[in-house]
């Protein structure tokens, strides 16, 4: 009866899947384009993440000299380590394609849109990943419309539900 090996129920480590999600991004932003980066980290911060305590909601990514850094995300010290911990909102390396960098750099410089994470997640492999996406900003008329479409399919489920008697 060979399990995984690290089940987040049975000892709280996340060996893969989801550390942290940006749910307000897909309300303040139209997402277009997404891809997966790969996160230049250190021992600790792994640990930490590990842990499932970090957190994505006010960080964006933003090319700058030829590289894709994560800026103002937060991951949480470790702490069992000693005094060679992290610092928690440094910024992290994205790691993408040179082909992928060039475009995500001249659709922020060109149209005007914001490198928005999303999650933050382990792969299968155990390696730490960010799904960024290509995000342009929302007006507040966009986001009341969001808003009522969702509260809309919220009631018309509940409709349904109930045998469609409203």
């Known amino acids: 009866m060979a399990g995984p090996k690290n089940d987040k129920a049975k000892n709280g480590v996340i060996s893969h899947g989801l550390v942290a999600e940006n749910r307000r991004a897909r309300y303040d932003y139209a997402i277009g384009e997404t891809f997966e980066a790969g996160l230049v980290l250190t021992g600790t911060e792994v640990k930490s ?31 069992q380590a000693n005094r060679f911990n992290h610092e928690e909102k440094r910024p992290r390396k994205l790691l993408v394609s040179k082909k992928q960098l060039a475009h995500l750099d001249s659709e922020v410089s060109r149209a005007g849109n914001t490198i928005v ?16 996406g290509l995000g342009k900003g929302k007006k507040n008329y966009d986001k009341r419309e969001t808003e009522r479409d969702r509260d809309w399919n919220r009631d018309k489920a509940r409709i349904m539900k109930d045998g469609g008697r409203g």
């Not at 590990?50 to 030829?66: C, D, F, H, N, V």
């Not at 994470?117 to 960024?132: C, E, S, T, W, Y």
């Open 49 to 79: 993440l590990r842990l499932g305590k970090a957190q994505i909601t006010e960080s964006y990514a933003s090319p700058e000299k030829g590289e894709l850094w994560l800026i103002n995300a937060h991951i949480p010290e470790y702490l």
């Open 117 to 132: 994470p999303l999650k933050l997640f382990f792969n299968d492999q155990g390696r730490a990943k960010v799904l960024i």
